[in-house]
């Protein structure tokens, strides 16, 4: 374990040195994404705006979904349910779509640069690395909509004074807190699942559907609040919803957007998801760097 942390020590040093092979990647992957439509540009804004736009609608208004009681709205500053239910699918669905995109990205794409992979100088770490700055550029274009949506809704809620809704942006201070854990998290995962796709490409196959079994066991969709309430009889599905990283992932996120006056920012979660992600880089780092001297001979 003390290589592990060595090696991961020395990976911002690696990334510094090649920056400008990153930032080529990324421009790459993103302007290959987009080329040949018509709208060109505009789709990584049209994607997330998009996006709440639709979820708003069919969550809040279609389905009449409510996630809180009707009392709760009636507290002086507290936002409307519809603005809730919008808010809270978002900030819970941005994070996920950015996951499990990039892990699904990193799972082949040792295999597919292997004539990148037999040039001995080039350092591979940068191949999940940088697909995972573009999963993460998305996502971040979807919370520079999502932010002042917020903002504005918060600052003109009815029947009270701007003064009084004012503190309850201050938890978006925390923003970059779960952005940056979840990058190592993500990094640190998607970095094994490289690894191992090259030596067992089963991997690559298995990955899909266990993010759409990992999606139903983490709260995009519902607080864990309601499957408490309504799994008593399957009581091993709450725990299993509370052991899943992405929880306390989404909680994170979720506690920087408060609905209500008070609502304290979740540290409990930050503090596990923390070690969790701090856990995954040191391990997935330290895995691909241990057996990428094979990858030239399997791919």
């Known amino acids: 374990m003390a290589s ?12 510094f040195r090649h920056g400008d092979i990153l930032r080529a990647f990324v421009r790459r992957d993103l302007a290959t994404r987009y080329e040949g439509s018509l709208l060109g540009k505009l789709w ?37 349910s519809g603005w809730v239910t919008t808010l809270f699918m978002a900030s819970g669905i941005l994070p996920w779509i950015c996951t499990v995109d990039a892990l699904n990205r990193c799972t082949p794409v040792v295999i597919e640069n292997n004539n990148l992979i037999k040039k001995v100088a080039f350092p591979s770490e940068l191949l999940p690395t940088y697909t995972t700055l573009v999963s993460f550029f998305q996502m971040a274009i979807g919370f520079a909509l999502l932010v002042p949506l917020y903002v504005a809704v918060t600052l003109l809620a009815p029947a009270t004074p701007v003064s009084e809704n004012a503190p309850m942006l201050a938890n978006l201070c925390w923003l970059p807190i779960p952005m940056a854990l979840q990058w190592l998290f993500v990094t640190g995962f998607g970095m094994l699942l490289a690894a191992a796709n090259v030596f067992l490409r089963d991997v690559g196959q298995v990955i899909p559907l266990a993010s759409l079994v990992w999606m139903f066991f983490t709260p995009v969709f519902y607080k864990i609040e309601t499957l408490a309430r309504d799994a008593k009889a399957v009581p091993w599905v709450v ?7 992405m929880f306390h992932l989404l909680a994170l996120y979720r506690g920087c957007f408060r609905f209500e006056p008070g609502a304290p920012f979740p540290w409990r979660s930050a503090a596990i998801f923390a070690a969790i992600a701090l856990g995954s880089f040191l391990v997935g780092h330290g895995c691909f760097q241990r057996w990428k001297g094979q990858f030239a001979d399997e791919v």
């Open 44 to 80: 990584p804004l049209l994607h997330p705006a998009l996006l709440l736009a639709v979820y708003g609608l069919v969550f809040s208004k279609m389905l009449g979904v409510r996630l809180r009681p009707i009392e709760a709205e009636l507290l002086p500053g507290a936002l409307g």
């Open 239 to 245: 725990e299993a919803v509370q052991w899943n990283p």
């Open 4 to 15: 592990f942390l060595v090696s991961a020590l020395r990976f911002p040093q690696v990334a």
